[in-house]
């Protein structure tokens, strides 16, 4: 009982850590579209751009060390409820 516990806490936790990751994915995203271009196709202020995948680059490091740290459940984890 004690163990079935346990893993509805994983499951909780895993599922928790899925919504964060999905935010942080959809922040990360947001500051790179309107940027503008010039008639040649290229971005009118480059250094803007540069920011923008930098700030999406810190967004995404923390998504990714978030995964890390979970223990994600399996398929047998799920099997044994």
Not at 10 to 30: M, P
Not at 54 to 77: C, F, G, V
Request: proline content about 2%; hydrophobic content about 40%; overall charge negative.
């Amino acid at each position: 009982m004690n163990e079935k516990r346990e893993l509805k806490r994983v499951i909780e936790c895993a599922s928790a850590a899925t919504e964060d990751i999905l935010q942080i994915v959809r922040d990360a995203g947001g500051g790179l579209g309107g940027h503008a271009t010039n008639g040649h196709g290229i971005f009118c202020d480059p250094q803007a751009v540069r920011a923008a995948l930098m700030n999406a680059r810190q967004k995404l490091e923390a998504a990714i060390d978030l995964h890390d740290s979970i223990y994600w459940p399996t398929d047998a984890d799920f099997d044994s409820l």
